[in-house]
């Protein structure tokens, strides 16, 4: 058995994001919120990303708290959520991550539509 999809936990009271991963690929590590990088271009918001595009996020080195709590000296990153059909999707999902951490839940309305964990090939 083995996971098949990385687990992102956003935490609002400690200012962390949480990445669960197996041991061997990082295990579980710690970061600062206030350190996240999103690899997001305000101007590509009219861009068709013909491939798709995810949201990056990541981690300079220094940054990075192991599961004990240990400051390590690797830098991070991580794909964050579904495959966005273009810049204006992108955008938005990163937006709805930042005012969540940043201003709270009541600024992040709730998704009108939950996707399923199940992996249909079509996602």
Do not use: C
């Amino acid at each position: 058995f083995t996971a098949r999809r990385l687990i992102v936990r956003f935490n609002r009271i400690t200012r962390k994001v949480y990445l669960l991963r197996p041991k061997n690929i990082g295990g579980i590590v710690a970061l600062d919120w206030d350190k996240t990088q999103a690899a997001v271009d305000p101007s590509m918001r009219h861009e068709v990303l013909p491939g798709g595009g995810f949201l990056i996020l990541s981690w300079d080195a220094g940054t990075v708290y192991d599961a004990d709590g240990k400051l390590t000296d690797d830098f991070d990153g991580t794909f964050v959520g579904r495959t966005a059909r273009n810049g204006a999707e992108l955008l938005a999902f990163w937006e709805y991550i930042r005012r969540y951490m940043e201003i709270g839940p009541e600024a992040a309305p709730p998704p009108k539509k939950l996707l399923s964990k199940t992996p249909w090939p079509w996602l």
